[in-house]
């Protein structure tokens, strides 16, 4: 049972916490301490807003071992308002065919349990935005 | 009897609502597939539909969801919570408290306290109660209150048309910085075994009828008419009011034993179209009725527990509940944003089918 | 450049890439093992090099490099594993060419293994999973094909391709896997069968995707001077050898559609031998999945960006064309074999500069490029290998 690996991360599963460049203002997620544009120091907390949209996506129909109940699911390229892509399941698409352009919003769910006994994993996935914009 | 005992419950300081929000899922499922499968299509439906949470939701997303949405509309510095409690029949934890996970997700760790309550569908109206205290006392700025549920109901059981999905969140704080403000509470218990799960069992036994008279109905009455007789209110001064809803007829039975017009209650009643969201039903409801009432509307909340009891509140909406409420997704929203599933696929979300 | 030693490649062996059941991870790899050495019977390696990547967590083992160099007989040499998800096939290989051009081995053997068929389930789909970023792809459910997808759909989508635009990767594959012993599909696919294939996680279809078998495939790299004068087969020597790095998860790729890793170690390794695109004869490229074979032409530099797939389509690619791929198969028909591609791409591009490639002879073939990928790009192996009288 993987115990502190998924706690160690939690800000960012939770709520989409990443990192800002104190130097070259880039926004960085996931969070890596080194600024992957300008190659300096940044480990500044960072909340992003959870804004974005599909840049691509694909459905799983052969899902590794922890996702088979969720399966078939829909995992997707995400290009978040602040620039970081994110990669996250999208969830709660409804009847609406999912399209590269569409506008989603972060919502913190179920990513996977540790089988019946184990502990919930929780994080970010994406949905169409609640609100007409 | 003591009249000290009966006085209604008034903290020290003024305490008000900072900042709601609700939540529920999108997935429907209609009473009229329940009845296809159970009883080949003739049964009285009790409701339209209710709300299903999908494969990836449990009580701690849809709080922390409602809970996001109430920070919206306080605007407050999380770190300033110092209690995050969430009350429901259906924590996914036996030990291990929801509240941590809420808390850490919107920023309120780590000073603070985090709590799970659990008196079926009051435990999130007992957890108001408390956080009244906790802020009325002074001995925080806000505290934060969650009633939140996936109703459970057996295969084949009449509560399965109803038992559904959702919940609401309440940031209580300061009266001088509410949306609406808490002139008195109070609660009624009674050991009444109306409806109960013992701990290893999945499914909740009720005791049919008898969940009626002595259980319901006898509680919201009790606290109800303690409530407005120690506050001189009677159901006329009321603009709105809201009671637990397990279905559509104990409500509006309830309203009318008490004096209460159905208009009074129209706003707050979100079962028809959700279902009995237990721990978050009186909420939830009242989360739309802050969602369309005026300023300066007396409004009376009263939730009902099986085991039993009743938490009543009598509250005061203010101008800043206007422009505040804005900030976040009406309720409505999440009302009228549906998929409808069938009986089928609600199987495999509420995991009644064992996959191993 | 530093000087450095002539490198040749002495010897390859083989074995059908499939699902041997009957097979263990060490019986596998000691079949390919000998069947190098039988090219050149009087060469000892003195050290071995084993390219796998999921014996770990599919057979419990790791430490193959004692494990296989003590089954062979090869008894105290050095020996030990290297890993860069598929392309750990030319990343051994690069090990094994580093060590004899350094000058300090003389014979090395480079061994690339897979046994993918000893468990079954989703335990498959994590361990083939472990490729893609763990923490922030594995943990919401991607795989590599849900990666590849996800390129393949933004490629359509940005290019405005036909949604069978890849198709003449799998059918050029398949049509050459068909006179190939070792190949692990030998029939051949149309164009209607592209079209009307069942998804397999949209855009991908069916036949985009190359499932991971069992396989193993070894080469002898050796100095030049340590061979006789009497060869059996025409001299193949490695003119060009590089990896490079991108990096692993998609969504910290800077452009979605370009490949640098593979572009880069191209680059490198084609300058290296001083072969300029154009005079390569043959290119086994990595086409586990279509997209990536799109864009590797690309990246190297066969194709504009956007229109790797008209080599498909125009026939470019086929045995007969300005530059034939997948020339046994791919990783598409002759099987892709996880960590042991990039040695069974080697060994046949060998083959073919030697013209042992029976009726999948590329006719003339002097100098061949192989390269394999890890991840989606995240690790690039490239060699060229020229033949001796040719060049």
């Given amino acids: 049972m993987e115990v502190s690996r998924h706690w160690r991360l939690k800000q960012q599963r939770y709520s989409l916490v990443g990192e800002v460049c104190p130097h070259c203002d880039s926004k960085i997620f996931p969070p890596r301490d080194i600024c992957p544009d300008c190659g300096q120091e940044a480990s500044q907390p960072y909340k992003f807003s959870g804004r974005g949209q599909v840049y691509s996506f694909t459905t799983v129909h052969n899902p590794p071992a922890g996702h088979e109940e969720n399966a078939p699911y829909t995992v997707a390229l995400v290009h978040l308002d602040e620039g970081p892509m994110v990669t996250a399941q999208l969830t709660d698409v409804g009847d609406k065919a999912v399209e590269i352009g569409m506008p989603v919003e972060m919502v913190t769910r179920k990513l996977r349990s540790d089988g019946e006994r184990g502990i919930l994993v929780y994080g970010y996935k994406f949905r169409p935005r609640l609100l007409p914009a | ?356 | 450049m530093a000087s450095t030693a002539e490198v040749v490649v002495a010897g390859v062996g083989l074995i059908p890439a499939g699902e041997h059941w009957t097979e263990s991870l060490r019986s596998l790899a000691l079949r390919a093992m000998r069947a190098a050495r039988a090219d050149v019977p009087g060469l000892q390696p003195q050290a071995l090099y084993v390219a796998n990547m999921l014996a770990p967590s599919l057979s419990g083992q790791t430490h193959l490099g004692a494990l296989l160099a003590d089954f062979a007989g090869y008894h105290g040499i050095e020996a030990y594993t290297l890993e860069a998800g598929g392309a750990s096939g030319g990343v051994a290989f690069r090990q094994g060419y580093l060590a004899v051009a350094s000058g300090l081995i003389d014979v090395a053997m480079v061994i690339g293994v897979e046994k993918m068929t000893d468990k079954v389930g989703p335990a498959v789909e994590s361990a083939v999973a472990s490729n893609v970023d763990a923490d922030h792809e594995a943990v919401q459910g991607v795989t590599p094909m849900a990666q590849a997808a996800m390129v393949m759909r933004r490629y359509l989508h940005e290019t405005g391709a036909p949604s069978d635009a890849l198709a003449g990767f799998s059918l050029v594959a398949h049509k050459n896997a068909v006179t190939n012993p070792n190949a692990f599909y030998r029939r051949e696919i149309r164009a209607e069968d592209y079209r009307r294939a069942p998804m397999v996680s949209e855009p991908l279809n069916l036949f985009d995707a190359a499932p991971i078998v069992d396989g193993a495939a070894a080469v002898i790299l050796a100095r030049s001077d340590r061979l006789t004068s009497n060869d059996a087969y025409p001299r193949v020597r490695v003119g060009g050898s590089s990896v490079a790095c991108s990096v692993v998860a998609l969504h910290d790729q800077r452009d979605l559609l370009r490949l640098p890793a593979a572009a880069e170690s191209a680059a490198r390794a084609l300058s290296q031998a001083g072969v300029g695109l154009e005079e390569l004869d043959l290119f086994e490229l990595h086409d586990q999945y279509s997209i990536y074979a799109a864009l590797v032409l690309e990246s190297v530099g066969f194709a504009q960006r956007g229109r790797g797939w008209e080599l498909a389509r125009d026939g470019a690619i086929q045995s007969d064309g300005t530059i034939p791929v997948s020339t046994f198969g791919g990783c598409k028909a002759r099987g892709d074999t996880g960590g042991a591609t990039g040695v069974y791409q080697a060994a046949e591009a060998v083959l073919q500069l030697q013209e042992r490639a029976g009726k999948n002879q590329i006719a003339g073939a002097r100098v061949g490029m192989a390269q394999c990928l890890g991840g989606a790009g995240a690790t690039a192996a490239t060699h060229v290998l020229v033949r001796l009288d040719g060049c």
Wanted: aromatic share 10%; glycine share 10%.
């Fill in chain 2, 1 to 356: 009897m003591e009249p000290s005992a009966t006085r209604a419950m008034r903290p020290l300081r003024k305490v008000g609502i900072a900042g709601y929000g609700a939540y529920v899922p999108r997935y429907r499922l209609p009473a009229r597939e329940v009845a296809r499968v159970w009883h080949g299509g003739s049964a009285e439906l009790p409701i339209k539909e209710k709300a299903v949470a999908g494969l990836d939701e449990d009580v701690i997303t849809m709080s922390i969801e409602a809970a996001r949405n109430a920070m919206g509309r306080a605007q407050i510095d999380p770190g300033e919570i110092r209690a995050v409690w969430v009350g429901s029949e259906s924590h996914p934890y036996a030990v291990k408290p929801s509240s941590t996970i809420v808390a850490e997700a919107i920023g309120a760790t780590p000073h603070t306290l985090a709590a799970d309550w659990e008196f079926a569908c009051k435990a999130g109206t007992e957890a108001i109660q408390a956080a009244i205290g906790f802020v009325g006392s002074g001995m925080a700025k806000y505290a934060l209150s969650i009633g939140m549920d996936i109703a459970q109901g057996r295969p084949g059981d009449a509560l399965e048309y109803t038992a559904g999905a959702g919940g609401a969140a309440y940031i209580l704080g300061p009266a001088e910085e509410s949306l609406a403000v808490f002139e008195a509470s109070y609660s009624y218990a009674t050991d009444t075994p109306d409806f109960w799960r013992r701990a290893e069992e999945r499914y909740p036994e009720h005791g049919e009828r008898f969940t009626g008279e002595p259980g319901y109905f006898k509680h919201i009455m009790a606290a109800a008419e303690a409530l407005m007789e120690a506050t001189g209110t009677k159901a006329s001064d009321y603009r709105h009011a809201v009671f637990h809803q397990p279905n559509t007829k104990f409500p509006q039975r309830m309203a009318k034993s008490l004096g209460f017009k159905a208009e009074q209650i129209e706003a707050g009643m979100l079962v028809a179209w959700i279902g009995n969201t237990y721990a978050g039903s009186a909420l939830v409801g009242l989360t739309a009725v802050l969602d369309t009432a005026g300023p300066d509307d007396l409004v009376l909340v009263v939730s009902y527990g099986s085991g039993a009891g009743s938490d009543a509140f009598c509250l005061r909406t203010t101008e800043r509940l206007l422009s505040r409420r804005e900030l976040s997704p009406a309720t409505r929203f999440y009302v009228e944003r549906r998929t409808e599933i069938d009986y089928a696929t609600y199987a495999r979300y509420r995991g009644k089918l064992a996959l191993d």
